[in-house]
């Protein structure tokens, strides 16, 4: 995740799964370029933007995440 001194990987797996930190979860892509992502602790639905190895996170509304891919 861009912009943060103390940054949290997010590790995205083909089978649906996602590791954020040290916390798994799953993801599943919905209509309109959205994306759910579950946790033990929240569920969050996200408007989802790539543009080569930069992906934004917009919540409704709301704050945006913005991550730069790792190979």
């Known amino acids: 995740m861009l912009g ?3 940054a949290t990987v997010w590790e ?3 089978n649906g ?3 954020i930190g040290d916390v798994r979860g799953r993801y599943r ?3 309109k370029d959205r994306i759910k992502i579950e946790t033990p ?3 969050s639905v996200y408007q989802l933007e790539i543009s080569g190895d930069h992906m934004t996170l917009q919540e409704p ?3 945006k995440l913005e991550f730069t891919g790792i190979k």
């Open 41 to 43: 602790f929240a569920t």
């Open 61 to 63: 509304g709301g704050a």
């Open 17 to 19: 799964s996602v590791l």
């Open 12 to 14: 995205f797996s083909k």
């Open 29 to 31: 892509f919905g209509d």
């Open 4 to 6: 943060s001194s103390s």
